[in-house]
């Protein structure tokens, strides 16, 4: 990794609002390829690309985008696409004219072409002579994605690009980010859905509470997820019968009878215990009545991956 | 630029907007032709046209209610429907950004207000002629570029833009000139008359107000004009843009 050359670099950087820290103290690189940083709600995620895309200063450190700072900047925007979370538009523009606006504020030349491209690139060539006012959620943010790719940028930062997407939207979504990975740029996507970047991202950047709880390869991360213990909750109409045997099964650690009766299952491999609960229903004539996964916040996943590191 | 200024006419022009803002600046047209029409031969129509209506009605009430009904918009709708973010993140400078605003609202306002001091001048000011026009042109030409400038920079400072700009109109330059005359000198309406009066005393006599310096007004109009616009690009460089 260290051979190749950072197009993005974030270098102890900072940022509050009065005695708020939204981004505390947070360094990492970003190389060409896609990047995923991820977080719950809240965690920094829009500051931090805010900072990296120029929309905000910092308070502390150093943002660098193609070496340059991106602050009071714009000639760089020549070179960058961004995508910011809100969905805003100006809804009276088609979207042809709102990539159209795009072009022409970067000095697209040959604009006909690149315009074209763009909106063909999100599958919305039939849709782009209707008012974005009257888009649904998801074409609006894939007419906003053609407008930010218009200028055919090196480096795209797209904040949560996928919300309001639909399934089908989302797998071309991820064709075309992994085409444009595989021409040589760089993009970074927001998300606080692991599993939108799951397919996607080479690696991620984790954020908690404003800070950097993890980075580097998604493989290697989400192992260190899968490892962490489960809380399951079952409910059965035999628990004391069910228990005996839960206790024998190698996916589970633990087992423990809750004030409420129901049975409180610790497990490292859900997917075995899965399995594993419901044959050992079957051979033990109890019927399941409930089976609720707990603990399945990202706020607990990212919280674990923090105690980890 | 020509794409920015293109889009901000298009956010200012809403078919609603605009039906209100010409049925407003017709209201002293229409007073003016009915006072020639009814008092032909009065001896104050002179005075009632220029004090009243035009200085009392177009320049002080008409002219920023237009102006501030376009120009607090020019920037305020980006920050209220966050497509600001749209707009920064082009390789425009801040500077040209606020160029396009500013015109677009100049564009809409100016013709508007210029156009209806016109007819005024012609209809209800007996030869008032070339020079009267001109000057007439000249003075609302001055004053709705500088309430423009004023008006934008609110719009991106405060989401209660139009409260600043009702409590500067009503408050500072309605009752505050009224009592203290020096307050006269900071006021965008008494350059405006000002420069009217500095640039044809004969078709826009004093009739007994104490109208500022003509170029007081212009050094006025210069600064505030200059120094908005230049607040308003720093603004606009050092905020976090939502």
Redesign the interface.
């Known amino acids: 990794m260290s051979s190749r050359q950072a197009t993005i670099e974030v270098n102890a950087v900072s940022k509050w609002y009065g005695s708020v820290v939204a981004v505390n103290d947070v360094s990492f690189q970003v190389y060409p390829g896609i990047t995923g940083l991820l977080g719950p709600n809240g965690a920094g995620k829009t500051t931090l690309l805010h900072m990296m895309a120029g929309l905000a200063g910092v308070s502390k450190g150093e943002v660098k985008v193609l070496g340059q700072t991106p602050r009071n900047n714009p000639e760089l925007y020549r070179r960058v696409g961004v995508q910011s979370e809100h969905e805003a538009v100006y809804s009276f523009l088609t979207g042809r004219q709102f990539v159209e606006l795009s072009a022409d504020l970067h000095g697209v030349p040959d604009k006909a072409d690149a315009i074209q491209r763009a909106i063909q690139s999100v599958n919305l060539l039939e849709a782009q002579h209707r008012p974005m006012g009257t888009y649904s959620r998801g074409m609006r943010q894939r007419m906003r994605l053609a407008a930010s790719l218009v200028h055919d940028p090196d480096v795209l930062i797209l904040d949560e690009p996928l919300n309001g997407t639909d399934p089908r939207q989302r797998i071309e979504f991820n064709d075309l980010m992994k085409r444009l990975a595989a021409a040589g740029k760089t993009i970074l996507i927001s998300s606080h859905i692991l599993e939108e970047v799951e397919t996607l991202a080479g690696s991620i950047l984790l954020m908690v509470t404003g800070k950097l709880a993890a980075a580097g390869d998604y493989r290697a991360i989400r192992a260190k997820l899968d490892e962490r213990p489960f809380k399951v909750r079952i409910v059965s109409s035999d628990n004391r019968a069910l228990a005996s045997g839960l206790i024998g099964l190698a996916a589970v650690e633990s087992v423990a009878l809750d004030i409420d009766g129901s049975l409180m299952v610790l497990s490292r491999n859900v997917a075995v215990l899965q399995q594993s609960i419901a044959k050992l229903a079957q051979e033990k004539q109890v019927r399941l009545l409930r089976v609720d996964p707990l603990d399945e916040t990202l706020e607990s996943v990212f919280t674990y991956v923090v105690n980890r590191s | 630029m020509?794409?920015?200024i293109k889009?901000s006419l298009?956010?200012m022009t809403g078919r609603r907007r605009l039906a209100v803002l010409a049925l407003l600046v017709a209201l002293p047209i229409v007073l003016a032709v009915l006072m020639k029409v009814l008092n032909t031969n009065d001896p104050q129509l002179h005075e009632e046209v220029v004090n009243g209506v035009l200085g009392g009605m177009l320049i002080s009430v008409i002219m920023p209610i237009v102006v501030m009904a376009l120009a607090t918009a020019a920037f305020g709708n980006e920050l209220e429907?966050?497509?600001l973010?749209?707009?920064?993140?082009?390789?425009?400078?801040?500077v040209t950004i606020v160029l396009a605003k500013l015109s677009g609202s100049i564009i809409v306002a100016a013709p508007l207000v210029v156009i209806a001091g016109i007819i005024i001048t012609l209809v209800g000011i007996e030869g008032a002629g070339l020079r009267g026009v001109l000057a007439a042109m000249a003075a609302l030409l001055a004053g709705v570029i500088a309430y423009a400038t004023v008006f934008t920079w609110a719009g991106l400072i405060t989401s209660k833009a139009l409260g600043f700009a009702l409590v500067y109109v009503v408050l500072w330059e309605g009752l505050l000139t009224s009592f203290l005359t020096g307050v006269r000198y900071l006021s965008i309406r008494w350059w405006t008359l000002g420069i009217l009066h500095g640039a044809d005393s004969n078709a826009f006599p004093n009739f007994g107000q104490n109208n500022i310096e003509l170029v007081a007004a212009i050094v006025g109009v210069a600064v505030v004009t200059g120094g908005f616009f230049y607040l308003t690009v720093r603004r606009l460089?050092?905020m976090?843009?939502?």
Not at chain 2, 85 to 94: E, Q
């Open positions: 020509k794409a920015l889009l298009r956010q429907d966050r497509t973010n749209v707009l920064v993140l082009k390789p425009i400078p801040r460089q050092r976090d843009v939502p």
